[in-house]
Every structure is written in structure tokens, then in C-alpha cells.
């Protein structure tokens, strides 16, 4: 296993247990993260490594804006990506984000089949942006606290992960 490998699958599984253990991933990991990802690309390219690092940590941070705008997702799965995504570089955080929103669009729609929420969900996602688009107010779109409708993006980023370490992309 690579020196990447192991570094992404260390952030990934930390930030996984935050999020189920307290809702949220520290900006400490954050931080720790990226200065990592950083100095990895430092190390293995030299200067040039800053090209590898800035696109990969850019691009997630601009595609998820307006998601994060909304509260459709969180700050610290945007941050996630980003770290993710400088250690990664580009252009496999491209992959990284398509798997990720993959398994979670698979891996919710399993959860509100099951739950029998799924009529429901995306009867509250219409309301939602048609009493924005009427009123033009934001609301969380997200639920405070462990609701069961609260999907923990975490989960699906391992998972895309863990697919980049088993070769799929």
C-alpha cells in the first residue's frame, strides 16, 4: 500500500467515526490533512507538486458551494473532499466525487426505500425549492441533531476510497 493510500484511507476512516460519534469532523483533521497532502505532493514533485495539490483541493470546494449554500451538505464534507482531493490531485478527484455521489445516491436510496421515506423525501426536496423559489428564504435544508433522514456523507466518500485503493478508478 502506498504512502497515498494509506493517508487517504487514515483521513477518510477518522472523519467517518467523528461524524457518527459527534456530528462533525474537526477542523483540526482538517488542517492536519491538508498540510499532509501538501508536503506529500512537496515531497514526491517537488515544487511542481503544488499543481498536483491545488487543483485537487480547489475543484470540490467550487462544485460543492452550492450545495454547502443551501445546508444540503456539510462543511466538513466539503472540507473532506478538498483534503481528500489535494492528496489525490487531479484529475482523480473528479473520480473520487463521481463515486462518492454515487454510492451515496445508491446508498440513500436503499436507506429511504427501506425506511419507507422515500415518497416523503422527495416531496419535502420539491417543497423545499419551490417555497424558496416563491419567498426567496433560506432554510437549512438539512434537520438539526441524529434524525434518521440525516445521511452521513462520509460514508460514501470511504467508500470512494476505498474503491480508488482497490483499483476501480
Given at each position: 500500500?502506498?504512502?497515498?493510500?494509506?493517508?487517504?484511507?487514515?483521513?477518510?476512516?477518522?472523519?467517518?467515526?467523528?461524524?457518527?460519534?459527534?456530528?462533525?469532523?474537526?477542523?483540526?483533521?482538517?488542517?492536519l490533512s491538508m498540510v499532509t497532502g501538501f508536503v506529500f505532493?512537496?515531497?514526491?514533485?517537488?515544487?511542481?507538486?503544488?499543481?498536483?495539490?491545488?487543483?485537487?483541493?480547489?475543484?470540490?470546494?467550487?462544485?460543492?458551494?452550492?450545495?454547502?449554500?443551501?445546508?444540503?451538505?456539510?462543511?466538513?464534507?466539503?472540507?473532506?473532499?478538498?483534503?481528500?482531493?489535494?492528496?489525490?490531485?487531479?484529475?482523480?478527484?473528479?473520480?473520487?466525487?463521481?463515486?462518492?455521489?454515487?454510492?451515496?445516491?445508491?446508498?440513500s436510496a436503499a436507506f429511504l426505500i427501506s425506511t419507507g421515506?422515500?415518497?416523503?423525501?422527495?416531496?419535502?426536496?420539491?417543497?423545499?425549492?419551490?417555497?424558496?423559489?416563491?419567498?426567496?428564504?433560506?432554510?437549512?435544508?438539512?434537520?438539526?441533531?441524529?434524525?434518521?433522514?440525516?445521511?452521513?456523507?462520509?460514508?460514501?466518500?470511504?467508500?470512494g476510497i476505498i474503491l480508488f485503493i482497490g483499483g476501480y478508478?
Amino acid at each position: 500500500m502506498s504512502v497515498q493510500e494509506i493517508l487517504l484511507l487514515a483521513i477518510s476512516g477518522i472523519a467517518v467515526l467523528m461524524d457518527f460519534l459527534w456530528e462533525r469532523i474537526s477542523n483540526l483533521l482538517i488542517a492536519l490533512s491538508m498540510v499532509t497532502g501538501f508536503v506529500f505532493w512537496i515531497f514526491s514533485h517537488g515544487s511542481a507538486g503544488v499543481l498536483y495539490f491545488l487543483p485537487g483541493f480547489l475543484l470540490p470546494i467550487f462544485c460543492f458551494l452550492p450545495l454547502f449554500h443551501f445546508r444540503m451538505i456539510g462543511g466538513g464534507d466539503v472540507k473532506l473532499l478538498s483534503v481528500l482531493g489535494g492528496i489525490l490531485g487531479y484529475p482523480k478527484v473528479l473520480e473520487l466525487l463521481l463515486f462518492s455521489f454515487l454510492t451515496g445516491g445508491i446508498l440513500s436510496a436503499a436507506f429511504l426505500i427501506s425506511t419507507g421515506n422515500l415518497k416523503e423525501r422527495i416531496s419535502y426536496f420539491f417543497h423545499y425549492f419551490y417555497e424558496y423559489l416563491k419567498t426567496g428564504n433560506e432554510k437549512n435544508y438539512r434537520k438539526k441533531g441524529m434524525e434518521p433522514e440525516n445521511f452521513h456523507f462520509t460514508v460514501p466518500i470511504f467508500t470512494g476510497i476505498i474503491l480508488f485503493i482497490g483499483g476501480y478508478y
